[in-house]
């Protein structure tokens, strides 16, 4: 059923787009940017109806296809025109990729690589989502909506409290009732995103090596591995990639509507991460700069409001939510000018703390560890670890003389537009924080920079040195198969296609690669009154049937408050009882074991208070689950 909805849903998301671009009659340099940016529009068209209807309380499993037969409809007439314009397009693919000119057998390899990474995504994005973030917020507040038919308040979750515009993408899919479609519409996103870098690539820098430009990015194993689990870490990429794109198109055409595609992808690009941000000042700055060639200033003034109109357009849902729910428009930021604090599981102490925890991550913010930047994120980066939280593979530091050659003289504009923005973005990153899959942004450039570079090396060389022209192009080939054995190390161990192919149960899949999972199918079963407090339960919302309390980050923050307030038994009875708790779940080795969070009275209390107004229900893998008696 998933891959029966995802063509249809994708088919009329460009639908959509190609109706509303019909309002301003766009022209473009190849049916494929069309394809792009129709795709985009009606995307986003989609996501800011969902959200309409998130907040009019009107989210239920028929919507979805409500919605999906409504924009079929009002696009009937869009899809009969371009079917018969269909005879025009069937070469376009063979136009822009297949005259690429690089070595038969370098192209032919990219192409293999990436037909092999798409098989290998797909069924990844099938099945069941385990990947933390996605348990947390990604998927799990869009959940929550949907239960609700609309937007609630969830003050124990900080996380529900950033602008969510990517995760009413995957709120509408989930409308379906088909678990895998959030993930596949995200993948859907990140393939969108690539087709653009190529395009782009194709059109505006060089005819040869486009086929390279997807796999670099592509096979980038943290950005593999986060395409298809629901993160929206390559949205965010794409909506600043498209940025940049439409940018660049304003700057050589001065045509309207291209002006209009940067403001939407920028508001966009901020609706969906707050680190987006960074793309309002780098706007702002563009628009400036092409206002010296406009005689007229009020001119330019009014680019610079419409774009802050349209920005303001597409965060004033989630600033009316905070300021509904918490009096903070901006929360989780500026708490301490604008409180919400009394209103959420939120303050000041821990967004400090929890801005120390992130810079923890990288190797380093000094000029030293800028220049080694290259060498520690290839050959020190690790998941699952401070250093970087991910992996790049080694394929871009091989392509590292190729980025030189792409930024030798002369430059034209578009490489120093290219240059400047990336150096930006990755400074920005660099600063605040060191996350590999953060990089996915500026990583956009960098791929085509590289794939430029790489062109002009091999393409300067004389043809009669066939063997040195080859030199590179094999290393960056032999970087990429490497990239591949760490992809494929990682997909072999997950095993999706166990699920997928019925070899595996959906519940047998999440059991063997999230420890705690026999708790939530435990407490998933309690009464449906109950409400639980997690304590260092990872926060897998996603996975819980049930209410439950948990803190976000610090996860024993309530639980310390609890006891250091009144550790006694009756203490702690009265209030776990003025919260509505029924039920305490929690990881042993970080409440009682070596790893605990708690002084030793304070463990000493909590297990006097559960010797004698607890009952144990489950225990499993160090995780506990108890029924509290506390009438």
Request: hydrophobic content about 50%.
């Amino acid at each position: 059923m998933d891959l029966i909805l995802l063509p249809a849903i994708l088919l009329a998301f460009f639908l959509t787009g190609e109706t509303l671009a019909g309002l301003w009659r766009a022209t473009y340099s190849h049916f494929l940017e069309r394809l792009v940016f129709h795709s985009l529009l009606g995307l986003l068209a989609v996501a800011g109806l969902t959200t309409a209807l998130a907040f009019a309380g009107a989210i239920y499993p028929a919507t979805g296809w409500l919605i999906l037969a409504g924009l079929y409809l009002i696009s009937a007439k869009t899809g009969l025109r371009l079917w018969r314009e269909f005879s025009q397009t069937q070469g376009t693919f063979n136009n822009i990729f297949q005259r690429d000119e690089t070595d038969r057998w370098f192209s032919g390899f990219n192409i293999g690589v990436l037909a092999l990474l798409t098989v290998l995504a797909v069924i990844l994005a099938m099945a069941p989502p385990v990947k933390t973030d996605a348990l947390v917020y990604h998927l799990a507040i869009p959940k929550a909506y949907l239960e609700n038919h609309g937007v609630i308040p969830l003050p124990n979750s900080m996380y529900s409290f950033f602008p969510l515009l990517f995760e009413m993408v995957f709120l509408f899919a989930m409308m379906f009732g088909v678990e895998s479609l959030p993930a596949l519409c995200g993948l859907a996103m990140s393939g969108l995103l690539m087709l653009g870098m190529a395009v782009y690539y194709r059109l505006y820098l060089s005819r040869r090596g486009v086929w390279l430009v997807p796999v670099l990015y592509f096979c980038t194993p943290t950005f593999f591995e986060i395409s298809a689990s629901a993160y929206i870490d390559l949205a965010l990429a794409g909506f600043m990639f498209f940025t940049f794109y439409a940018w660049d198109r304003w700057r050589e055409t001065r045509l309207p509507f291209w002006f209009g595609y940067m403001v939407v992808a920028a508001g966009a690009t901020w609706a969906t991460k707050l680190t987006g941000m960074i793309i309002l000042p780098l706007v702002a700055l563009g628009i400036a700069l092409e206002g010296r060639r406009d005689p007229d200033a009020g001119r330019v003034i009014r680019r610079l409001l419409i774009f802050g109109g349209v920005v303001l357009l597409f965060m004033a849902p989630w600033w009316i939510r905070n300021f509904q729910f918490s009096g903070n428009p901006f929360l989780p930021l500026l708490m301490p000018l604008l409180g919400g604090e009394d209103r959420v599981n939120w303050d000041p102490g821990r967004a400090v703390l929890f801005d120390q925890y992130v810079k923890m991550f990288g190797m380093g913010r000094g000029i030293l560890d800028l220049l080694l930047l290259p060498y520690n994120l290839t050959f020190h980066a690790q998941p699952h670890s401070l250093k970087f939280d991910g992996r790049i593979g080694i394929a871009y530091f091989l392509l590292i003389p190729a980025l030189i050659a792409a930024l030798r003289r002369p430059w034209d504009s578009r490489i120093k537009a290219m240059a400047l923005v990336f150096v930006i973005w990755m400074m920005f990153w660099f600063i605040y924080f060191q996350y590999v899959r953060f990089l996915a942004p500026p990583f956009t450039l960098l791929v085509l920079l590289g794939a430029l570079g790489l062109d002009r090396l091999t393409s300067a060389l004389p043809s009669s040195l066939r063997w040195s022209r080859a030199l590179l192009p094999a290393a960056v080939a032999g970087g990429i198969l490497y990239n591949l054995t760490l992809i494929g190390g990682f997909w072999q161990k997950l095993a999706p296609w166990k699920p997928v192919t019925g070899q595996e149960t959906r519940d047998a899949y999440l059991e063997r690669h999230i420890r705690s999972y026999p708790l939530y199918r435990a407490m998933n079963q309690l009464d449906p009154e109950a409400r639980v407090l997690f304590v260092y339960m990872r926060n897998l919302g996603y996975l819980a049937e049930r209410e439950f309390l948990s803190d976000s980050i610090f996860e024993a923050h309530t639980l310390q408050k609890i006891l250091d307030r009144d550790g006694s038994v009756e203490g702690i009875r009265r209030q776990l009882k003025t919260l509505g708790i029924t039920h305490f779940m929690f990881d042993e080795s970080y409440v009682f074991g070596s790893d605990s969070a708690f002084p030793p009275i304070a463990r000493l209390n909590l297990k006097d208070f559960l010797k004698q107004r607890a009952e144990r229900v489950h225990q499993e893998k160090g995780y506990f689950l108890y029924q509290l008696r506390l009438d």
